[in-house]
């Protein structure tokens, strides 16, 4: 089974420009998380999808953040623009139809605004 | 407002130590805590979990105690070995939320041979 799966791995962008981050889940999985980790502080929850709709998207920083997950498969994360704050890295998770506790997540995304 | 605080943010210990990292929480509607390794350049995974009905866990090298009226829950690992070093998260949830996940900033382990 393969895991969740993210692109790219790093990403120095300039401030004011756009990036997008992307995540494939594991396959069957309908929850999609996104968290973001700071500047070696704790790992914070963005938002959740459920199948392609937003259950809970209230860790959201401000609105430069736009998540989309399409059809209910894969997920993509916009900054736009992008600013000094939003360095750090960007994880996604996975986890199967119902609620259950325990999820997988992928390798993030380190991004870097400079 | 952090709502999960863990200690310390570091920990050295030699092989064959028992390294304790500590979380405290402060919302009492917590019903699961689990804990994450994350190894460089990987994602967290889960390592052991506890609800608040039990006061220990066990699973294999690792442990975690729990102490629901003090809102404290720990790590134990027993015959710690260089392949344990790796950060450690403390994470809570509750089933209301829909399994979002709060965590704690982080423990870097380094057990040195």
């Known amino acids: 089974e393969a895991g969740v799966t993210q692109f790219p791995s790093h990403s120095v962008i300039e401030k004011g420009q756009t990036v997008t981050l992307r995540c494939d889940p594991i396959?069957?999985?309908?929850?999609l998380y996104w968290y973001r980790r700071v500047m070696g502080k704790e790992i914070k929850f963005l938002l959740h999808?459920?199948?392609?709709?937003?259950?809970?998207e209230s860790g959201m920083p401000n609105n430069r953040f736009l998540a989309e997950r399409t059809g209910g498969t894969y997920s993509t994360l916009k900054v736009q623009p992008a600013e000094l704050e939003d360095s750090g890295v960007y994880f996604c998770?996975?986890?199967?139809?119902?609620?259950?506790?325990?999820?997988?997540f992928g390798s993030g995304t380190r991004l870097t605004v400079v | 407002q952090q709502q999960v605080k863990q200690s310390p943010q570091s920990l050295i210990v030699q092989k064959g130590g028992i390294p304790i990292i500590n979380c405290a929480y402060e919302?009492?509607?917590?019903?699961?805590f689990p804990w994450y390794q994350q190894f460089p350049g990987k994602g967290p995974a889960l390592l052991i979990a506890?609800?608040?009905?039990?006061s220990e866990k066990k699973e294999g090298r690792f442990t975690i105690s729990f102490n629901k009226s003090a809102k404290q829950f720990s790590l134990h690992i027993m015959d710690s070995q260089p392949g344990d070093s790796a950060t450690y998260f403390c994470?809570?949830?509750?089933?209301?939320?829909?399994?979002?996940?709060?965590f704690g900033e982080g423990t870097q382990l380094t057990v040195n041979p």
């Open positions: 994470a809570a949830s509750m089933r209301i939320s829909g399994s979002r996940l709060t």
């Open positions: 999808f459920v199948k392609e709709s937003k259950q809970d």
């Open positions: 396959s069957g999985h309908d929850n």
């Open positions: 506890i609800r608040p009905d039990v």
């Open positions: 998770a996975s986890s199967q139809t119902g609620f259950v506790y325990g999820y997988t």
């Open positions: 919302n009492t509607a917590f019903d699961y």
